[in-house]
């Protein structure tokens, strides 16, 4: 865990039109190690998917991105498509949310599979095959010589999203980013592909990034948690150090926000009023000020900078929880 | 509608559903819904949780008459609604309203925020209508002068849901059926929606079936909750019973596989291997045996009826997990035993 795998400096991503400028991703930088489980967590439109999509050359030409991904010292902002093309899915892959859309409903699945392992090897097709297979097995999937002929269709959501990540890991990707991967499973569905993509990790020595929604997801399976808002990263830390620590009055607010089945039925939810504010016409200060509990002149006056303010805990507030102590 | 009988009173609801091969042939008749029984009191809520595919929509969509119950009866306020047709149907349903999911796909996009919520007021003919659309939106926590004259596109997913409910409201409903309506939601609006369901219970003296998939969500509302799996129910109590006490090994599973917000709690190894069965083929005897770790021979052989194990706390297990009345105490190798010896 010395040298980073990513190392992403001050990312910033922004769309024009209709003469305004969107902000979607502003001052972002992180690391991610060999090994490691990092999670990114927001809400809606807080930029976890754009800034991922960035850093794997995913976005839209109208998208103008600044700032530098160094994926093993190498850049990765501003490569050319056919640059890009060759760290896509043998550095870093991506599954999505989705496998449904994703997965091509003509094809059979072994067959996507083994063009996926042809695209990155040159291996003739019976060995191709022979991956595919190997490679639906490594992700679980019973009678995997049987699935390999079966279409799309055929397979439930939880198995097209095992048959996704099996296509992710064809290039043998050292970073493979799940974005909301789990998020249209089940919740025992989910417990499964969860524990898998974990095992796959420590088998494969992989990084792993998890952009979600989800809070408690993060919080359960990742090693460290990134919390973004408003196209900004506003608290990071370990999810053990977060979870007992929070800093940021925003993360404190989605702990507070989920129905735990610890809490008693009926009990009113701590809520915060507001929505996410406008990209493209953000407030002066802090972006989370007019919802937050604790803002102050101060909050609305400059933004707070993101900076680590305790060991291994970055946050950006001026009036933190507990005042910041331990 | 005597005192002490339950606002709603479902039993032994069956619902299914044919499906085509190519050329129209009959290809099978999916089980979706296979002998449900439940009460639900005036005023109390009742969760039903379940996966995708349990069958706890087509649950509501049966209790409301859209479409028919194969078989069944839904009293509703002393009558029961699959013997009504026509205007009499609709004139105990206004009594009965549903929310949905998807915001977005239950507003007419091309009408009006004040055009959605007075139709039901339009069509049950009532009075007052611009008066009562101002109190429902206020009510729901919109501004009737700055949403009323709003389309669905220009409200946030939060909002148009607030429509939707202000929507159900309007005719004074007693029970509500909510279909998972905060799910696509993010969670700091999900809190809001939720927070405005037990203030509306409270000052309305509302009545909910509330559907969804989260069983922490469900246990936050609900008064009761039971636990649905392959078109049955497998437990049913109160919700801080079940999370506490599950007698299911489904529910077990269930509060196992949810994502734990404290990353020092260890996190439990999946309990539950596999994947839903077809509803077109149900496994014999208890639904859940084929991916239960407790199965035995009598699972397969002998469907497990529900029975109250402890007060307001039922369950349909051969084995189930804690509170085994006495003399079938530490179940499972004794059980095991006694299936072999009967068969």
């Known amino acids: 865990m010395t040298e980073a795998l990513l190392e992403v400096q001050d990312l910033q991503v922004a769309f024009a039109g209709g003469g305004r400028e969107l902000r979607a991703v502003d001052e972002v930088n992180y690391c991610v190690y060999a090994g490691q489980t990092l999670a990114i967590v927001g809400e809606s439109g807080s930029g976890k998917t754009v800034s991922c999509r960035a850093v794997m050359g995913l976005l839209p030409h109208t998208a103008v991105v600044?700032?530098?991904?160094?994926?093993?010292?190498?850049?990765?902002?501003?490569?050319?498509e056919d640059r890009m093309r060759e760290h896509r899915g043998a550095d870093l892959a991506m599954v999505f949310q989705d496998p449904t859309r994703s997965l091509n409903p003509t094809m059979r699945v072994g067959a996507q599979i083994a063009e996926a392992v042809r695209a990155h090897r040159p291996v003739g097709r019976t060995q191709a095959r022979e991956e595919a297979v190997e490679l639906l097995r490594l992700v679980h999937i019973p009678l995997p010589e049987r699935r390999f002929l079966e279409y799309p269709h055929q397979l439930s959501g939880g198995m097209r999203q095992r048959v996704m990540i099996a296509i992710a890991l064809?290039?043998?990707?050292?970073?493979?980013?799940?974005?909301?991967?789990?998020?249209?499973?089940?919740?025992t569905t989910q417990a499964q592909i969860m524990e898998l993509l974990l095992e796959l990790q420590a088998e494969l020595g992989m990084a792993l990034m998890l952009i979600s929604h989800d809070l408690g997801l993060a919080a359960s399976y990742a090693d460290e948690v990134i919390v973004m808002y408003a196209g900004r990263i506003v608290e990071q830390a370990t999810a053990r150090r977060l979870f007992s620590h929070v800093r940021m009055p925003y993360t404190q607010a989605l702990f507070e926000a989920i129905p735990r089945l610890e809490r008693p039925a009926h009990s009113p939810l701590p809520v915060i009023g507001g929505r996410p504010p406008d990209l493209a016409a953000l407030p002066p200060g802090c972006s989370f000020a007019p919802r937050c509990r604790h803002a102050a002149d101060d909050c609305r006056a400059a933004a707070p900078p993101l900076a680590e303010q305790e060991p291994g805990h970055r946050w950006a507030c001026w009036h933190p929880v507990n005042g910041g102590a331990s | 509608m005597t005192q002490g009988e339950p606002l709603l009173q479902v039993r032994d609801l069956v619902q299914e559903f044919v499906v085509r091969d190519r050329g129209g042939v009959k290809g099978g008749v999916v089980q979706a819904v296979s002998g449900v029984s439940f009460d639900i009191q005036a005023g109390e809520t009742l969760g039903i949780v379940g996966e995708t595919g349990s069958g706890k929509s087509t649950l509501a969509r049966s209790v409301l008459q859209a479409p028919r119950p194969k078989s069944g009866s839904v009293v509703f306020r002393g009558t029961d609604l699959t013997t009504l047709r026509g205007s009499r149907l609709l004139r105990v349903r206004r009594h009965l309203q549903m929310v949905f999911q998807d915001p977005f796909g239950s507003l007419d996009p091309k009408w009006r925020v004040r055009d959605i919520v007075a139709e039901p007021l339009v069509a049950y003919r009532t009075g007052n209508r611009g008066e009562r659309v101002d109190e429902l939106l206020?009510?729901?926590?919109?501004?009737?002068?700055?949403?009323?004259?709003?389309?669905?596109?220009?409200?946030?997913?939060?909002?148009?849901?607030?429509?939707?409910?202000?929507?159900?409201?309007?005719?004074?409903?007693?029970?509500?059926?909510?279909?998972?309506?905060?799910?696509?939601?993010?969670?700091?609006?999900?809190?809001?929606?939720?927070?405005?369901?037990?203030?509306?219970?409270?000052?309305?003296?509302?009545?909910?079936?509330?559907?969804?998939?989260?069983?922490?969500?469900?246990?936050?509302?609900?008064?009761?909750?039971?636990?649905?799996?392959?078109?049955?129910?497998?437990?049913?109590?109160?919700?801080?019973?079940?999370?506490?006490?599950?007698?299911?090994?489904?529910?077990?599973a269930l509060l196992d596989s949810i994502p734990s917000t404290d990353p020092a709690a260890t996190r439990r190894a999946t309990t539950i291997k596999g994947e839903l069965p077809s509803p077109i083929h149900p496994p014999s005897g208890c639904r859940f045996r084929t991916r239960c770790p407790r199965a035995a021979e009598r699972c397969a052989a002998e469907e497990p009826q529900m029975r109250e194990l402890a007060a307001g706390h039922s369950v349909a297990c051969h084995f189930p997990l804690s509170n085994v009345p006495a003399g079938n105490e530490e179940a499972v190798p004794a059980a095991r035993t006694t299936a072999r010896s009967e068969e």
């Open chain 2, 138 to 252: 206020d009510l729901v926590g919109l501004d009737p002068s700055a949403h009323g004259g709003r389309h669905p596109r220009e409200l946030s997913g939060g909002q148009a849901q607030r429509v939707a409910i202000a929507r159900a409201l309007a005719l004074s409903p007693s029970l509500i059926v909510c279909d998972e309506p905060v799910s696509s939601l993010d969670v700091l609006i999900q809190a809001q929606v939720l927070n405005l369901f037990e203030r509306l219970r409270a000052e309305l003296s509302l009545s909910y079936l509330f559907i969804a998939h989260d069983l922490a969500l469900v246990k936050q509302v609900s008064d009761r909750v039971a636990v649905m799996y392959l078109g049955k129910l497998c437990e049913v109590g109160p919700g801080d019973l079940v999370y506490r006490e599950p007698l299911h090994p489904y529910t077990r």
């Open chain 1, 66 to 80: 600044t700032g530098s991904a160094l994926f093993q010292g190498q850049q990765l902002i501003g490569l050319s």
């Open chain 1, 170 to 187: 064809a290039g043998r990707p050292r970073l493979l980013i799940a974005d909301e991967a789990t998020t249209a499973l089940d919740v």
